[in-house]
């Protein structure tokens, strides 16, 4: 369900009438707080568009969430500096490449990889969950920085409402550089209150070794799978190598498009 903040302009309710259309989702009047718009329609959750933001509400967990691109800014710095990024290495990103981020939710890894591909560079980024695919649209098409290059790098990201298990078939061999996947850990890493919604959010579907060839025959290079360090999951999802940084807690697994046979196991590279 869709509604606005308190005495919305009529731009505000066009754009919650569009957003409403896009999430198949019905608009109702903002009267009283959101727990009583929320008990009036019988759902536990609304979309709330304001002038400033988009937010998601659930009132009995106490829940809100918005779009802002948290720590990807403080990597994008560091990138720029010099400094290495594992993500970066793994996939080893160049200006021109096309990636496929099948879990887009904040759009984090995906707006660095942006910045990375450049102008000439494809980003398109799946979310299966319809809140975060909505919030992050919204943030995406509106959030404004103040490093132009940024913001650029932000717009450039095609958000799609869409499950990669029902995308990637549909995709021809080939399709995209790279496809990456950020799975949600089983325990999470941060513990911010901003993660906790998204947490709350996410689809939580664990990734398959057929969901990984699937997407190897989507890469014409390489699929790469972030994960916590030590996790296991190499054991049930069997990947050409592992790359990470020197203290860092999470490693990302690369799955060659075309895998070299015959290998003992995964090597390890530390960026």
Do not use: N
């Not at 990024?85 to 984090?108: F, H, K, N, Y």
């Not at 494809?122 to 959030?143: F, K």
């Not at 029902?166 to 799975?183: H, K, T």
């Not at 890493?189 to 996410?202: D, N």
């Amino acid at each position: 369900m869709v509604t606005t903040s308190r005495r919305p302009s009529p731009a505000l309710v066009a754009r919650a009438e569009q957003l409403a259309e896009w999430l198949r989702a019905r608009v109702v009047p903002r009267e009283g707080s959101l727990t009583q718009v929320c008990a009036a329609h019988g759902v536990g959750g609304v979309v709330v568009v304001g002038p400033e933001r988009v937010t998601y509400h659930e009132p009995a967990r106490d829940l809100h969430y918005f779009y802002h691109p948290g720590m990807a800014k403080v990597r994008l710095h560091s990138h720029r500096r010099g400094d290495p990024d594992p993500m970066i290495q793994a996939m080893d990103a160049q200006p021109g490449d096309e990636v496929l981020d099948c879990t887009l939710g904040r759009a984090s890894d995906a707006l660095l990889v942006s910045w990375v591909v450049g102008e000439t560079g494809r980003v398109v980024g799946l979310e299966a969950s319809a809140v975060l695919a909505a919030l992050v649209r919204d943030g995406i098409a509106r959030y404004a920085d103040p490093s132009a290059a940024l913001t650029a790098a932000l717009r450039r990201i095609r958000c799609q409402w869409a499950d990669y298990r029902e995308y990637l078939p549909e995709c021809p061999d080939g399709a995209f550089d790279v496809v990456y996947f950020d799975p949600l850990f089983d325990e999470p890493l941060e513990t911010s209150p901003a993660m906790a919604p998204l947490r709350l959010l996410a689809e939580r579907a664990p990734l398959t070794a057929e969901t990984v060839a699937e997407a190897a025959r989507v890469a014409r290079r390489r699929v790469v799978i972030k994960q916590r360090r030590g996790s296991g999951l190499w054991h049930r999802i069997p990947v050409d190598r592992v790359v990470h940084g020197r203290s860092a807690r999470v490693e990302y697994g690369v799955r060659l498009a075309r895998p070299h046979t015959g290998a003992a196991g995964p090597s390890r590279e530390c960026c």
